[in-house]
């Protein structure tokens, strides 16, 4: 909420290079919704897996 930006420092290969994210408020906790009429992707992902 101050404005400070969260600098984020990215690696691919031998390449560095950061990433300032300005964040000013909004979701800190955000929910994922169904859209309706769509397959639940979350609960197969969230299924455990057969041995």
Known sequence: KDG????????????IRTLDLTYTGGLRYPRLERVE???????????PRRR
């Open 4 to 15: 400070t930006p969260i600098r984020l420092i990215l690696k691919n290969g031998q390449r």
């Open 37 to 47: 009429g769509t397959r639940d992707r979350i609960g197969d992902i969230m299924t």
